[in-house]
């Protein structure tokens, strides 16, 4: 069984410019999350899909984060325009429903902001 | 906020088993207790969730106190690949479901 795919791997911009992640979840999987892990902590969940509806966007910066997940399949996570904060690794997970007990997470994107 | 308090690091020697606690003592009756790893420069692995009862698989072992304000995940005998960061994780109720909150984690080190 394939995994959750994530793209690209790495990722080097300047500041205030614009970024695009794209991730593809496990086939099947209804439930996708995108996560930002600062080095040194826990994955801080951004946003969290059910098909291709909003389940939770609490912790999404909205000012320049957005996220879109079209026909309920794959996903993209774009940053608008990028800060030095955003410097992290971007996780893609997915899950067979927002109750089950298992989510399975991609290699994620390193992102550095200069 | 994260719903879990773990030590921040520990120490574990190859071949003994490695006894990860975690303190969940705002739990509510119909949570479940979940743990997953961090192996470094991969994202984070399912490893086991328990409600009640003690809860095991092949790659370890649950224990959860009678009152479920405390649990301690087991992983019987350690090998160097053990070394990670193990998280503790009781899930935030949401209208569409349940919500996922990582905390810190505990740093684990497998050591020859």
Request: hydrophobic share 35%; with cysteine.
């Amino acid at each position: 069984e394939a995994g959750v795919a994530q793209s690209p791997r790495y990722k080097i911009i300047e500041k205030r410019q614009s970024v695009a992640f794209w991730c593809n979840p496990i086939s099947g999987h209804a439930t996708l999350y995108w996560y930002q892990q600062i080095l040194g902590q826990g994955p801080k969940l951004l946003i969290q899909f059910q098909n291709n509806g909003v389940v939770d966007d609490s912790q999404l910066p909205k000012d320049r984060f957005s996220a879109e997940r079209l026909k309920g399949v794959d996903s993209t996570l774009k940053i608008q325009p990028a800060k030095l904060e955003d410097s992290a690794v971007y996780l893609c997970a997915s899950s067979t429903g927002t109750t089950y007990v298992e989510q399975f997470f991609g290699p994620g994107t390193r992102l550095t902001v200069l | 906020d994260a719903k879990t308090t773990q030590p921040t690091s520990m120490d574990c020697a190859e071949g003994r088993a490695a006894n990860l606690p975690c303190n969940h003592s705002t739990i509510s009756g119909n949570e479940y207790v979940y743990w997953y790893r961090q192996i470094h420069s991969q994202g984070p692995q399912y490893i086991i969730h328990g409600l009640k009862n003690n809860e095991t698989n092949e790659m370890a072992s649950l224990i959860i106190t009678e009152d479920r304000k405390s649990s301690t995940l087991i992983l019987p005998h350690a090998t160097l690949r053990d070394t990670a960061v193990y998280y503790c994780i009781v899930r935030v109720g949401l209208a569409g479901g349940f919500k996922t909150i990582f905390g810190a984690g505990t740093r684990l080190f497998v050591k020859a």
